[in-house]
């Protein structure tokens, strides 16, 4: 068998490219991956192995980006704890996942309205940073107006790195494959 057929061999018997981004967003850090450009098939002992610091990308929150599942929404958004087990939303994570979407040209607009796991958000992209409405209240009161409503969040958000990883192939066997760090590039 010949180098190249060998090389070909090994590439069959791993699974696909997986282009993601390391952001941070009011310190804590998360893997956003774009599942509207790119098939991504997710299982909690895989994003347990990716959240991993050592081993992996090493991740607070895996944020996925997909098409939305209801009209008048511009986007889903899923967000998985390191542990695999898949959360209602997160505001930091909406942070970078709006910072995301327009760095990616996903989008132009700067209102979105995004479908999670707890219901639909507003997001306002604006010049100095990004306004999550994280939904209604109860009893809650704004600090600043007074008034009862939403619960708002706003801050910025920064991409670290993006990056890509080959992920383990589905039928190389039952042999188990750390991602492995992938190569960084800084933003």
Same mark, same amino acid.
């Given at each position: 068998?010949? *180098?190249?057929?060998?090389?070909?061999?090994?590439?069959?018997?791993?699974?696909?490219?997986?282009?993601?981004?390391?952001?941070?967003?009011?310190?804590?850090?998360?893997?956003?991956?774009?599942?509207?450009? $790119? %098939? @991504?098939?997710?299982?909690?002992?895989?994003?347990?192995?990716? *959240?991993?610091?050592?081993?992996?990308?090493?991740? #607070?929150?895996?944020?996925?980006?997909? %098409?939305?599942? !209801? %009209?008048?929404?511009? @986007?889903?958004?899923? *967000?998985?704890? #390191?542990?695999?087990?898949?959360?209602? $939303?997160?505001?930091?994570?909406? !942070?970078?996942?709006?910072?995301?979407?327009?760095?990616?040209?996903?989008?132009?607009? /700067?209102? !979105?309205?995004?479908?999670? *796991? /707890?219901?639909? !958000?507003?997001?306002?992209?604006?010049?100095?940073?990004?306004?999550?409405?994280?939904?209604?209240?109860?009893?809650?009161?704004?600090?600043?107006?007074?008034?009862?409503?939403?619960?708002?969040?706003?801050?910025?958000?920064?991409?670290? @790195?993006?990056?890509?990883?080959?992920?383990?192939?589905?039928?190389?066997?039952?042999?188990?494959?750390?991602?492995?760090?992938?190569?960084? $590039?800084?933003?």
């Amino acid at each position: 068998m010949s *180098a190249g057929q060998d090389a070909a061999r090994h590439r069959r018997n791993q699974g696909p490219l997986l282009r993601f981004t390391k952001m941070v967003g009011q310190g804590s850090d998360f893997m956003v991956v774009d599942a509207i450009t $790119q %098939p @991504f098939r997710l299982r909690p002992t895989l994003i347990r192995e990716l *959240a991993d610091r050592n081993a992996g990308v090493g991740f #607070a929150q895996l944020l996925i980006v997909e %098409p939305p599942g !209801l %009209p008048d929404v511009d @986007f889903r958004y899923r *967000a998985f704890n #390191a542990d695999g087990t898949e959360a209602e $939303q997160y505001g930091n994570g909406a !942070l970078c996942f709006a910072r995301f979407v327009r760095d990616q040209r996903l989008t132009n607009k /700067s209102l !979105l309205w995004v479908q999670t *796991a /707890s219901g639909v !958000l507003r997001i306002r992209i604006l010049k100095d940073g990004i306004e999550v409405s994280m939904g209604e209240t109860e009893p809650v009161t704004h600090s600043e107006t007074g008034e009862a409503g939403t619960v708002t969040i706003r801050g910025p958000a920064t991409s670290v @790195f993006e990056g890509q990883l080959r992920l383990p192939g589905e039928s190389g066997g039952s042999r188990r494959r750390k991602p492995g760090r992938p190569n960084k $590039q800084r933003i």
